[in-house]
């Protein structure tokens, strides 16, 4: 057996979620423990990932983004001077 300590809030807030779902914390946990990423699950370049997450992005916005976004990052993202290429 593994004992985890916690405080009483983040005991509380376990039980809550647990409570929320009509499990008691034991079985909510036990059901967390047992969810796991299933191993048939293949793992995927994360390349695949971007371009499936941005295929929803209206074209206006699209056109709308920089084209040197990924070189001048620290410019768009920080405010800072754009770098010389």
């Known amino acids: 057996m593994t004992v985890i300590e916690l405080s009483d809030e983040q005991?509380?807030?376990?039980?809550?979620?647990?409570?929320?779902?009509?499990?008691?914390?034991?079985?909510?946990?036990?059901?967390?423990?047992?969810?796991?990423?299933?191993?048939?699950?293949?793992?995927?370049?994360i390349a695949d990932v971007i371009l499936e997450n941005m295929q929803d992005v209206p074209p206006e916005i699209m056109a709308s983004m920089?084209?040197?976004?990924?070189?001048q990052h620290d410019h768009y993202i920080y405010g800072w001077p754009k770098k010389e290429a």
């Open 11 to 45: 005991a509380a807030a376990l039980k809550a979620k647990a409570a929320s779902q009509g499990l008691s914390l034991e079985a909510w946990l036990q059901q967390l423990a047992e969810q796991g990423r299933p191993a048939s699950l293949p793992h995927r370049h």
């Open 66 to 71: 920089p084209k040197d976004g990924a070189g």
